[in-house]
Every structure is written in structure tokens, then in C-alpha cells.
């Protein structure tokens, strides 16, 4: 009997390990997809554009950081850079705090009209982007915050509160109704409570909400080019974008603009990626 009950536990080991083969491979080949064009620009960024142009897909046969000299000392991208990180950080920060108290009220609060509320988030999130350029343009022209980090920095708040609100409303509700109602008992306040239960206890949904924030910030380019039309003041995003199309056969050049965009991205998923599955996961189960 011991010995069939182990055929049986071997064959279905053996079953398991067939069916996971054609998932492995499948995942290898979509990993490859996004690990090849990310070696390519690294490798091309550290190349002079006459070594790239006699073989573009090969190895480099000089190593160069000429281009990010370049790229530092002659079109201002590490003003760039810091402009890019001061408005991101300044919007996140912003959001997560007004997305927090508005989460915490809609997941943990007799609201009135909550479901409706919600409802409104939830259409304004599917409005398109490009509708808004010029309502926002006229309203901020009117207001004298066009050209101004003020202007913009209103303006990704403003479009990406729906979504942090909506997102955080279902992180928080996830968060047991005894541990609140037992602090209030021992007279903690509203702001008490955020800070020492809702902060800790909704940190996987902060991280993942304050991760994606920065990377649509980051990212985006649309409004940075309108809203900041003055050179010396541009984002990374809109100066990395004029840059290529000036250089359009200097792709060593253009290279090195992308992987410096795409560092900061890379590295905070490095480091908050279980944060953002486990937030993804608390989102998806509510």
C-alpha cells in the first residue's frame, strides 16, 4: 500500500513538472523580450556613434562615458534630472497624504454618499488625458502658473488623486474594523489612528500607490512640455525628448538619455517590488 501511495505522489510530481516546463519557457521568452532591449541601450550608451555605426548590434570595441559627459555638460541634463525628481517627489508626497485621509474616510467612515463618491473617482479616472490640456492650460494662464512648478505640480496632483484615493479606499479596507474601534477606546484620534495603525498596517498599498505615482510623474510628458515652456526649466522627460530629435543618428547619445530615464525607475521597482505585489494582491482581492 506504501508503495503505490508513492507511485502516486511520483507520478503526480512528474505530471506537475511537465505542465510547468511550457509556463517556464513561456515566462524565459517574455523576460528576454524586456531584458534585450534594456542590454541594448546600456551597451549602446557606452559606445562612440562612429564604433555603433560599423556594428550596431555587437559588442563595443571602445568603452566610452563621452556621451553621458555629453549629455551632462552640454545639454543640462543633470539640472534636468533634479528638476524631474524635485517635481515627482513634491506631487507623491502630496498625493499620499490627501489619498490617505480621503482612503481612510471612504473605506473606514459613514460617509454620506460614499458609493457615489467613489462612483465620481472612478468616472474621472476614465477620462481621457488629452481632453484636459487645454481646460487646464486656460485655468492655470489665468491663474499665472503657467511656466511655473506650482502649475504643474497642481496638475498631477489634481489627475492623479482619483486614481490614489480609489486605490487606497480598497488597500485600507482590508484593514480589521477591531483595531480601530480598539484604539479609539483608548482615545486615539483621528490623525493618531492614521498615523499608528492606518500608516503601518496599509504600508504595502502606500509604497505600491507612492511607486506608481512617481513613475506616471516621471514619465509623463505631455503637460511637462506645455505647462514648463522655458528651457532651463525643463523635466528630464521633455529635454531627453528634444534631444532626440536633434540626434536622431547619434543613437550612442540618445542611449545614454534613456538608460539615465530609466534608472530611477529600475531601481525603485528593485526595491519596493514585494510592496507592490503585495498591494496588487490586497487591490485585486477587494
Not at 568603452?63 to 543640462?76: H, V
Not at 485655468?139 to 502649475?151: E, F, N, S
Not at 498599498?205 to 514619465?219: D, K, R, S
Amino acid at each position: 500500500m506504501a508503495t503505490t501511495e508513492d507511485d502516486v505522489v511520483i507520478s503526480k510530481r512528474i505530471s506537475s513538472g511537465r505542465t510547468q516546463w511550457p509556463i517556464f519557457i513561456a515566462l524565459l521568452l517574455v523576460a528576454a523580450t524586456i531584458v534585450y532591449p534594456l542590454y541594448f541601450v546600456i551597451i549602446t550608451s557606452f559606445r562612440p556613434n562612429s564604433d555603433y555605426l560599423q556594428d550596431p548590434f555587437g559588442l563595443p570595441g571602445v568603452w566610452t562615458f563621452e556621451n553621458y559627459l555629453n549629455l551632462a555638460n552640454t545639454y543640462g541634463i543633470g539640472q534636468a534630472f533634479l528638476n524631474s525628481l524635485f517635481v515627482g517627489t513634491v506631487s507623491v508626497s502630496v498625493i499620499l497624504v490627501l489619498a490617505s485621509l480621503a482612503g481612510y474616510a471612504l473605506a473606514k467612515l459613514p460617509v454620506p454618499g460614499q458609493k457615489y463618491i467613489t462612483a465620481t473617482f472612478v468616472s474621472v479616472m476614465l477620462l481621457p488625458g488629452p481632453v484636459l490640456i487645454i481646460p487646464i492650460y486656460l485655468m492655470l494662464a489665468r491663474l499665472d502658473l503657467v511656466g511655473t512648478y506650482t502649475g504643474l505640480i497642481l496638475v498631477y496632483v489634481a489627475t492623479g488623486l482619483p486614481f490614489a484615493t480609489f486605490f487606497l479606499t480598497l488597500s485600507f479596507r482590508g484593514i480589521p474594523d477591531e483595531v480601530i474601534e480598539a484604539a479609539r477606546i483608548d482615545g486615539a484620534g483621528f490623525f493618531r489612528i492614521m498615523w499608528s495603525i492606518v500608516r503601518p498596517m496599509g504600508s504595502s498599498g502606500l509604497a505600491t500607490l507612492a511607486v506608481l505615482q512617481f513613475l506616471g510623474a516621471w514619465n509623463e510628458l505631455i503637460f511637462a512640455v506645455i505647462l514648463i515652456p522655458e528651457e532651463s526649466m525643463r523635466l528630464l522627460t521633455p529635454q531627453l525628448a528634444s534631444i532626440g530629435e536633434r540626434f536622431l543618428t547619434d543613437q550612442p547619445l540618445v542611449s545614454a538619455g534613456l538608460f539615465i530615464t530609466a534608472s530611477v525607475p529600475l531601481i525603485l521597482l528593485a526595491f519596493a517590488s514585494k510592496y507592490i505585489m503585495q498591494g496588487l494582491q490586497v487591490g485585486v482581492s477587494r
